[in-house]
């Protein structure tokens, strides 16, 4: 018994007929990029549109580049920083004591103590 809400012949997701002649897809051209591991990428780009120098592998996640004699190396990461570490980096340890002590003494103030 057919349903009411259900037009004949569609189903969900289905396009409509004649695409081609309601808009023209853009030009594309094909990059391939190469990463150290000896994958090979191919991503397809706008044909007027500059081509990005590196790509991430999607296999290995090692950065690849175009050249497939000479990958591109693996990007060193910078290692774990704590907040201290970037404080200490930018004051030194007498200005660090002197903001010690004028919070310590902000503190004791507002306490009624010392």
């Known amino acids: 018994m057919p349903n009411g809400h259900v037009i004949r012949g569609s189903r969900v997701g289905s396009v409509p007929e004649r695409l081609a002649e309601r808009y023209e897809p853009a030009p594309c051209r094909p990059v391939t990029y190469w990463c150290r591991n000896g994958h090979h990428t191919q991503i397809r780009i706008a044909a007027e549109a500059e081509a990005p120098p590196v790509w991430d592998c999607p296999r290995c996640g090692y950065p690849a580049g175009q050249d497939a004699q000479n990958p591109p190396g693996r990007v060193r990461s910078e290692p774990y920083k704590s907040h201290l570490a ?19 003494a902000e ?8």
Request: aromatic share 4%; no cysteine; net charge positive.
């Open 86 to 104: 970037y404080v200490k980096e930018r004051r030194t340890d007498a200005e660090g004591e002197a903001i010690l002590a004028e919070a310590l």
């Open 107 to 114: 503190l004791r103030r507002r306490r009624g103590t010392g």
